[in-house]
């Protein structure tokens, strides 16, 4: 009996640790878990925060235009990069690219003149952009075609493959420039444009070049087609047969108000960075070119054109009343205009 009541009371003794349940566990472990997370990633965040990130570093050098340091401080205002958004310019995204615009009247060399700076290779310039009458209706339909050219997205027969290096077009006082000139010279001078202004001096041979183009748009000489430039000798010949006669009454007021818009013109545009061109100078001194092409920091290219000029006689055979016209301007201020060609 002692033996079983021993045996007894040393089961009594005995205390069994109770199971741990396997969920009680678990959230323990999840829990754990979960805080060493929060702390590496807050760990992780503080060093985000203070180290560079790659790929921002990266863009910031992308974003940095292209700069050559041959290139004067005084002609930066004049460099430009362009990003395209019709194509990117890969190899040729560091070609500096200058701004231009040939600022001119009807019947003055300018459509000769622009044939030249296009046969340079690294030129595009786009013609009379702003006959258009839409796109010169307003300011901000200006602005809006200028902005499009300007960044090489004007496409025409003009556009270059190669690297372009001069891009620009050519405007007529009377398509909208002269109307909207004070915020034309401002966008010019903000954008860094180079104004290249063209006259005509002899403004007599200039009208006779106005009358016979104006004929011959009614008349349709060459092959029932009305050209205002031509590219052989004989097409020309044809539409020089055409003498114009010209209303005495009216030449002189008509002069002056031609030699009065050129005055204007070259008022509107002496704050600009600009260069003044005569068509007389560029047809007798070739030197003239290599100007242009100094102004718009350009390599030197021969410049050629197809152009074939129309009137190459003497006024006295181009005019039908020459003896009417030549007594009207005699002893005139205008009389200049009677033997003075290319002078």
């Known amino acids: 009996m002692s033996e079983d009541c021993c045996f007894l009371n040393k089961d009594a003794l005995i205390v069994k640790a109770p199971k741990k349940s396997p969920l009680a566990l678990r959230m323990v472990v999840l829990s754990v878990v979960m805080i060493c997370g929060v702390y590496i990633c807050s760990i992780c965040l503080k060093q985000i ?15 940095i235009p292209c700069r050559d340091p041959r290139i004067p401080e005084s002609e930066l205002p004049y460099v430009h990069y362009p990003e395209p958004i019709s194509y990117s310019r890969d190899e040729c995204a560091c ?8 600022v001119s009247m ?20 786009h ?3 702003f006959s258009n009458k839409e796109r010169r209706s307003n300011m901000s ?18 556009s270059k493959n190669e690297c372009t290096a001069a891009v620009g077009l050519k405007w007529m006082l ?10 034309i010279v401002e966008y010019f001078n903000r954008r860094g444009v180079s104004v290249i202004v063209l006259f005509r001096r002899n403004l007599l041979r200039r009208f006779v070049s106005i009358l016979a183009n104006s004929h011959d748009r009614d008349a349709k000489q060459l092959n029932g087609t009305h050209k205002a430039h031509v590219h052989s000798r004989n097409e020309a010949d044809v539409l020089a047969r055409f003498k114009p006669l010209i209303n005495a009454t009216d030449l002189i007021p ?17 704050n600009t960075h600009h260069m003044l061109l005569y068509y007389e100078d560029l047809v007798s001194n070739h030197t003239k070119l290599i100007d242009v092409l100094e102004f718009l920091k350009l ?44 002078q």
């Open 49 to 63: 925060g203070t180290q560079p990130n790659p790929r921002l570093m990266r863009a910031e050098l992308v974003d």
């Open 95 to 102: 070609t500096p690219v200058r701004l231009f615009v040939i």
């Open 106 to 125: 009807q019947r003055s060399g300018s459509g000769w003149f622009e044939t030249l700076l296009n046969s340079h290779v690294n030129v595009s310039s």
């Open 127 to 129: 013609g009379e952009v």
């Open 141 to 158: 339909s200006i602005t809006k075609t200028l902005e499009k050219l300007y960044n090489l997205d004007w496409n025409s027969s003009a």
């Open 174 to 183: 009377n398509q909208g420039l002269v109307a909207h000139h004070k915020e």
């Open 254 to 270: 008509s002069l002056s108000h031609m030699d009065r818009g050129s005055a204007d013109a070259l008022d509107y545009f002496k």
């Open 299 to 342: 390599p030197p290219r021969k410049l050629f054109s197809r152009h074939v000029k129309i009137h190459t006689k003497p006024l006295s055979q181009q005019v039908e009343n020459w003896d009417t016209i030549y007594n009207t301007l005699k002893g005139t201020q205008y009389e200049r205009f009677l033997t003075a060609d290319y």
